[in-house]
Each structure stands twice: as C-alpha cells, then as structure tokens.
C-alpha cells in the first residue's frame, strides 16, 4: 500500500516550472534515496511531501486520502522534514529540543535528550550552549534530533551529513537504518552516490523536474 502518493504533480513559480509532472508512489515501509543534479527540484520535493508548500497543480495523497483532507498539524507530526539548511531557533540546544514535546503537550523527557545527545555525539553539558556557536554539523545533528524526537511515519531528509565526517555520517545512516526497520518510511537526498546505495531499497533520480530513473536496489 503506498502511504505517498504523487499524481502528476506541478510546481511552478512566477517564471520557473520547478517541479514538471512528478508520479511517485512510495509503499509503507520503503526506504528511498533521492539524487539528482543540483537545482534539478529534489528538496522542492521534499516540501511538497512535508506539506511545506501546496501543489500548483495535480494531487499528493497520504495513506490514500489528499492531503487536503488533513489538518496541516496532523501532517506534519506524522511527516517529519529535516531541512537542507538546518535551522536552529531560540537561544539554546535545549529550547530546540524541548521544543517536540511543547507541540504535542507533553512533559519534556529529559533523560530521552539526554540519551540522543549521547548517541549523535553531543555533550550533555551542551543542553544550555547558544546555537551560534554551534558548528555546522553539530547544528545539523541537534536539528535532526528534534525531527526524531517523536518517531515520524515518514522521515524526509534533506542532505542531512552533508556537514559531518564519516564517523558522525555513519552514526546517523546507522540509526535511521534502525527506524526503517521499525517500520519508518524514508526518503534521503543525498549528493554522495555510496550514499544513495547504502541503506535504501530503491533509488529515484530527478532531473529538471521530473522523475527520471527509478532503481530498484538490493
Ligand atoms: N520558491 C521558489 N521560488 C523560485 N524559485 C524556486 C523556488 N523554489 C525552488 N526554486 C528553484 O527551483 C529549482 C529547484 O530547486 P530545489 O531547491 O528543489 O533544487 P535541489 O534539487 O534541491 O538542488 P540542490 O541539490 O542544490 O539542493 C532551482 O532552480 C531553484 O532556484
Ligand atoms: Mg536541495
């Protein structure tokens, strides 16, 4: 059963058509690598899938209904976006790391933070460092904590090692190989071609807006 679904789907801004009648479909449970060249619509994509924009024109479904049929909040607890450029708010690792349970009202599990930390190779200690002075791979790996917080349905990532060294890569290819297997739906852009083969079932190549490989990968 596909859980997302892209019928003949466009994007087009005042001048550019940037996405040029996409069709996916994406089963439950299918881990999914996303290449392609550079501007070619990859991380446009990836927010038409985490609901960050709407269609121009043609449909995107989710477990079989429209999009349109859920409350955008809904969508997005269970669709989880790891944006390219990370994004960091507030003053602190900790104002970004509470801010999960905040959405969901829930009582921050301290000892959950403090057990991610650990496991992407951050300091505990680090809870109250001001996000400026964050490197650009330990932001990156403090921004995809907070996608994870909450195990998703679906993860949508967005060159999230594209900052971080092979160690630290590994570390987090490993545990997102773990949510795939518990069952998490995923799709990874990437531009490293080891990469797009490592954990993934199939992989889709975009070009100028289209699908336009699909390979099966084993
Ligand atoms: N909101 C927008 N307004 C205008 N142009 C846009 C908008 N969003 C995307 N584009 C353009 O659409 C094209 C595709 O952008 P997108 O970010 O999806 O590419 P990408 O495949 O992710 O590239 P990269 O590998 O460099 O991240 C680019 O030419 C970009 O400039
Ligand atoms: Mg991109």
């Not at 596909?2 to 550019?16: A, G, M, T």
């Not at 994509?45 to 079989?64: M, P, W």
């Not at 997102?176 to 071609?193: A, P, S």
Request: glycine share 6%.
């Amino acid at each position: 059963m596909s859980i997302i679904e892209l019928n003949n789907v466009y994007y087009k801004d005042k001048k550019n058509i940037v996405l040029d009648g996409v069709y996916l479909e994406i089963n439950k449970g299918e881990a999914v690598s996303i290449v392609g060249e550079s501007g070619s619509g990859k991380s446009t994509l990836l927010k038409i899938c985490s609901d960050l924009i709407e269609v121009t024109s043609g449909k995107i479904k989710y477990n079989g209904k429209d999009y349109f049929s859920y409350e955008p909040e809904n969508l997005r607890k269970n669709i989880s976006y790891c944006i390219q450029m990370p994004y960091l708010f507030g003053k602190t690792i900790y104002d970004n790391l509470e801010f999960p349970f905040k959405i969901r009202n829930k009582e921050v599990d301290k000892k959950k933070i403090s057990n991610l930390l650990k496991r992407f190779n951050l300091e505990e200690e680090w809870l109250n460092k001001n996000v400026e002075s964050l490197s650009g791979g330990e932001k990156q790996r403090v921004a995809f904590i907070r996608n994870i917080m909450f195990t998703p349905d679906v993860l949508l990532l967005d060159e999230v090692t594209s900052a971080l060294d092979s160690t630290n890569t590994k570390i987090i290819e490993d545990y997102v190989k773990e949510l795939n297997d518990k069952g998490v739906t995923i799709l990874w852009v990437t531009h490293n071609k080891k990469q797009s083969e490592t954990i993934f079932n199939r992989r889709i190549t975009i070009s100028k807006g289209k699908v336009e490989k699909v390979e099966e990968l084993n």
